[in-house]
Nanobody, 125 residues
């Protein structure tokens, strides 16, 4: 079993920065991929970024490229999402997820096996 706990969400103004953290526990191995998805009100959940715990393989959505950075601490089974230059459209619930199946860094939410509860990020003008 795997547990994921997100933290770091909150209310910020446009242009501000925020860092999300996701700590995993249980059967998480260095080969696992941990990722971030988000869901805005009335919209489908969408991929944001993902990274393999053991290495530098990453994937990031075009909508956040250049503003968001994903990183990890393998020893802590923790992944971080540094969000800079936040925009109103970044407002969403951000979910952490883990793909425990060895393979490439995937962007489809169906590829991820375990999910956190989500943390709200609200960007105001």
């Amino acid at each position: 079993q795997v547990q994921l706990v997100e933290s770091g969400g909150g209310l910020v103004q446009a242009g501000d920065s925020l860092r999300l953290s996701c700590e995993g526990s249980g059967r998480i191995f260095p080969s696992c991929v941990m990722g971030w998805f988000r869901q805005a009100p009335g919209k489908e959940r969408e991929f944001v970024a993902a990274i393999r715990l053991s290495g530098s393989n990453t994937a990031i959505a075009d909508s956040v490229k250049g503003r968001f950075t994903i990183s990890r601490d393998n020893a802590k089974s923790t992944v971080y999402l540094q969000m800079n230059s936040l925009k109103l459209e970044d407002t969403a619930v951000y979910y952490c997820a883990v793909d425990v199946t060895f393979g490439p860094v995937r962007v489809g939410e169906k590829e991820y096996d375990y999910w956190g509860q989500g943390t709200q990020v609200t960007v105001s003008s």
